[in-house]
């Protein structure tokens, strides 16, 4: 079972993630986390969260900010808002750590994606900048389209139509969204109810 104090790590995008709040613990939907990034860390690709608002706190070092047409350098101390549907992505922009608290809103199936992701880092199933090859990368998406999507790559309906085709070869191929060992590794229970790609074939 997962616990507040849980520490989770990608080796390939340098974060390494402290889990400070469960939704579990306040019997609510949000989740904290404190995210150490190494110098040159950064999360895997730009990404929108289509349900989930998200809102980041520096803590120590240079956070660099990509929120929607917008670049920064986040300021340490202040509070930044990335509502649902925003295209963002962070990095870190110094020569030290960077330390930042980010808050997830609804979190109901956010730990289970990055669960999965960095899973796939571990095992050396990523490339250099952490996203893993096609054939996953198709199933990844179809399972945590509610969760997350990336932004490059093809146009959302090209994505789709691919998606319809490949997404069957590649399970049968062995390839899945979400790994039990990955939920187990990381002490979280399998979803009780079937997943998005398995209620929606």
Same mark, same amino acid.
């Given at each position: 079972m997962m616990r507040a104090g849980d520490i989770h790590e990608n080796p390939v995008t340098g974060e390494r993630i402290t889990v400070i709040e469960l939704p579990s613990d306040t019997n609510g939907r949000r989740l904290i986390v404190e995210g150490v990034v190494r110098p040159g860390g950064a999360v895997a690709g730009a990404h929108v969260h289509p349900n989930i608002d998200e809102i980041f706190t520096v803590l120590r070092?240079?956070?660099?900010m990509r929120l929607g047409d917008q670049r920064l350098i986040a300021? #340490?101390?202040?509070?930044?808002?990335?509502p649902a549907g925003t295209v963002h992505?962070?990095?870190?922009a110094g020569?030290?750590?960077?330390?930042l608290r980010v808050e997830i809103t609804p979190a109901d199936r956010f730990l289970e994606m990055v669960t999965n992701l960095f899973g796939l880092a571990q095992d050396g199933k990523t490339n250099k900048k952490g996203?893993?090859?096609? #054939?996953?990368l198709v199933v990844f998406a179809q399972e945590f389209r509610d969760v997350l999507t990336f932004v490059e790559g093809p146009p959302p309906a090209v994505m789709k139509a691919v998606t319809f085709v490949v997404a069957p070869i590649a399970r049968l191929l062995g390839y899945r969204g979400s790994y039990p060992k990955y939920l187990e590794r990381a002490g979280?229970?399998?979803?009780?109810?079937p997943s998005l790609s398995a209620a929606r074939g």
């Open positions: 070092g240079r956070v660099g300021p #340490l101390g202040e509070a930044i808002h990335c992505d962070w990095w870190n020569d030290e750590d960077a330390l996203m893993p090859n096609f #054939l996953q979280l229970r399998a979803p009780a109810t």
